[in-house]
């Protein structure tokens, strides 16, 4: 009996230190609707957007991507309940709900106060994804949520087409790469200090972008400036 009080013991302390990893609490889309409220205007208030947003779970006939959009008529974030079952923190849900604000924010520059501000990303999406990241990272870091969730967050569910060179859009592999990069350049203490080392999705990453990883420190010891070409 002092054999199982002991093992069970132990079960209860890794559950403990596993849990704040994986587990999420959201499972309905009342949850997650109250969730979006609190993480997103968390985002807005430490990052001092001056912009009004609002949140909203809901399944919307049309998104520019799988699980969420930005609506530039009447400043909506919208996140579709489906994607409840690959969120695993609230670091991800702060990911999906910083790069929507992040194109958010430039629905108010433009002509007739940002109301064609749309056409920028159905122009040029590739251009204006990226620029989107890179501002979810530092939105993420102010807000006090860890950025590489952006990474594990699209390990997930992005698609990982065969080519880019004649899509709008660059390829998954390489998103992340970049998203990593940035992070690598301006926030190096969060890969020293990385809580998501053990992370699976995390580690899937590492193991499939070892390449260009090394690209990018053979660009670091060289002191070049020049962008990597990132392979497939």
Same mark, same amino acid.
């Given at each position: ?114 109301? %064609?501000? =749309? /056409? @920028? ?6 251009? *204006? &994804?990226?620029?989107?990241?890179? +501002?979810? !990272? ?12 952006? %990474?594990? =967050? /699209? @390990? ?6 065969? *080519? &880019?060179?004649?899509?709008?859009? +660059?390829? !998954? ?60």
């Amino acid at each position: 009996m002092h054999k199982n009080f002991i093992i069970g013991l132990i079960f209860l302390v890794l559950i403990s230190v596993i849990q704040p990893v994986f587990a999420w609490d959201v499972k309905t889309t009342d949850e997650l609707q109250t969730r979006m409220n609190s993480v997103g205007f968390r985002i807005m208030n430490t990052n001092r957007i001056e912009k009004r947003f609002t949140f909203m779970a809901i399944n919307r006939v049309y998104t520019r991507d799988f699980w969420t959009d930005v609506s530039s008529v009447n400043r909506i974030v919208w996140i579709k309940p489906v994607v409840i079952p690959y969120i695993d923190s609230d670091d991800e849900l702060a990911a999906i709900l910083s790069h929507s604000l992040a194109h958010g924010v430039d629905t108010y520059e433009g002509a007739l106060r940002g109301y %064609i501000s =749309i /056409l @920028n990303y159905w122009v040029a999406p590739n251009k *204006y &994804d990226l620029k989107a990241d890179k +501002t979810a !990272v530092d939105y993420m870091v102010n807000s006090g949520y860890n950025p590489l969730a952006i %990474i594990t =967050i /699209l @390990n997930k569910i992005g698609k990982q087409y065969r *080519y &880019d060179i004649l899509s709008n859009h +660059t390829l !998954v592999s390489r998103r992340m790469m970049l998203v990593y990069e940035y992070i690598y350049t301006k926030y190096p203490s969060i890969l020293v200090d990385n809580e998501y080392k053990d992370n699976v999705y995390y580690q899937n990453f590492l193991l499939t972008s070892r390449n260009n990883r090394m690209k990018l420190l053979e660009k670091v010891k060289s002191g070049s400036t020049k962008k990597v070409k990132y392979s497939y």
